[in-house]
């Protein structure tokens, strides 16, 4: 059985930066989405099983960076210049074809890990 555990959420002073782990036993392409209170899930960063591969949403360009170390089954997003719009609940995802930013895309998901960025 597939399993993802986030881990690094936490509260952040705007221009902070908070760097977010994904433990995932899985080798596809993988991902990270969030949800804002009262917004749809949406994706942030796609990444291949290789790494060389790498896909960001607009709003988090030039800000964000996702990673991973396959050697410790492990997925990170790094997430620099932090605005209060980043706040929201984030999320771990596996399973998907490469390329594949559609929340439909992704098979397997994480519980989710809460950033809070305040202003």
């Known amino acids: 059985q597939v399993q993802l555990v986030e881990s690094g959420g936490g509260l952040v002073q705007a221009g902070g930066s908070l760097r977010l782990s994904c433990a995932a036993s899985?080798?596809?392409?993988s991902g990270w989405f969030r949800q804002a209170p009262g917004k749809e899930r949406e994706f942030v960063a796609g990444?291949?099983?290789?790494?060389?591969?790498?896909y960001y949403a607009d709003s988090v360009k030039g800000r964000f960076t996702i990673s991973r170390d396959n050697a410790k089954n492990t997925l990170y997003l790094q997430m620099n210049s932090l605005k209060p719009d980043d706040t929201a609940v984030y999320y771990c995802?596996?399973?998907?074809?490469?390329?594949?930013?559609?929340?439909?895309?992704?098979?397997?998901w994480g519980q989710g890990t809460q950033v809070t960025v305040s202003s």
């Open positions: 995802a596996a399973g998907a074809v490469v390329g594949g930013t559609a929340e439909e895309s992704f098979r397997y």
């Open positions: 990444i291949t099983w290789s790494g060389g591969i790498t």
């Open positions: 899985i080798r596809t392409f």
